[in-house]
């Protein structure tokens, strides 16, 4: 059975057949899917599908990079009331910083993330971290912080050996790897030799960055099987025992009831 450890699955995407998504994960061996928050805008949406499917679902809270703008006090003090609304939160999530689209709000990123993982020990939660062309600010947040005192997962790696012998010095987080892994251009099947096995969650990020063979199409948890397989392949292990090892790892990191 497979874990897949973040998919946007309430987003618009997916309104018109969500139930037959569920079904076909099911069928292809997924048996948990974490959802991570993006703003306030998505807070509803995302509440009404965990709750319309409680033994699937996982819910986190957050607010996305992306997401801060000049209201981000706002949008934050929302995301801080439903973590403290006794809603079941598995993790913080998605925050983090993103300085691939616009550098414009980098203050404001760099705050609201920190702020954020003040919340994440407050509430002693794990986080899922968003960190495209910002690892190097990504880990002087964390050590602000104090990364003794938090866990999480590194969402969407994909960076070369050097960001990786940097990131596993955070020696209880993960590395989230998704269907980039399966990409002709990725270097990722090189990189992770370097990567202890117990250090990896599998995640889709549904509805994007789809598996070969399906790139093009929208992305869905059941496509996890073929991010389980490329790592197996890398590994050198069958994919049963990659699923089992991923899935307990997933477990230990968002302390799952699987």
Not at 3 to 10: M, R, V
Not at 177 to 197: A, E, H, M, R, W
Request: charged share 25%.
């Amino acid at each position: 059975m497979l874990i897949d450890t973040h998919a946007h699955l309430y987003v618009e995407e997916y309104n018109n057949d969500l139930d037959d998504i569920v079904t076909a994960s099911k069928e292809h061996s997924v048996e948990k899917v974490l959802l991570p928050n993006i703003d306030t805008s998505t807070i509803a949406h995302l509440k009404r599908v965990y709750k319309n499917y409680p033994d699937f679902f996982l819910p986190m809270m957050g607010l996305h990079p992306t997401s801060v703008k000049s209201d981000y006090k706002a949008q934050l003090q929302t995301v801080h009331n439903e973590l403290k609304s006794g809603e079941k939160y598995v993790a913080v999530g998605e925050i983090g910083i993103d300085l691939y689209w616009d550098t414009t709000y980098i203050k404001e990123q760099t705050e609201a993330f920190e702020t954020q993982l003040r919340w994440s020990i407050e509430e002693n939660l794990p986080v899922s971290i968003h960190s495209r062309n910002s690892y190097k600010e990504i880990v002087e947040s964390l050590n602000r912080i104090g990364n003794k005192n938090l866990r999480g997962s590194f969402h969407s790696f994909s960076g070369d050996i050097n960001d990786l012998q940097e990131l596993l010095v955070f020696e209880n987080f993960y590395l989230g790897i998704n269907g980039v892994v399966t990409f002709k251009n990725s270097t990722l099947s090189t990189v992770l030799k370097n990567c202890p096995i117990e250090r990896i969650v599998l995640e889709t990020d549904s509805p994007y960055l789809t598996p070969v063979p399906y790139r093009g199409k929208r992305n869905e948890p059941k496509f996890l099987k073929q991010i389980n397989h490329a790592l197996s392949v890398i590994y050198g292990i069958e994919e049963e025992d990659m699923a089992q090892i991923t899935k307990s790892n997933a477990i230990r990191l968002f302390g799952i009831d699987a």
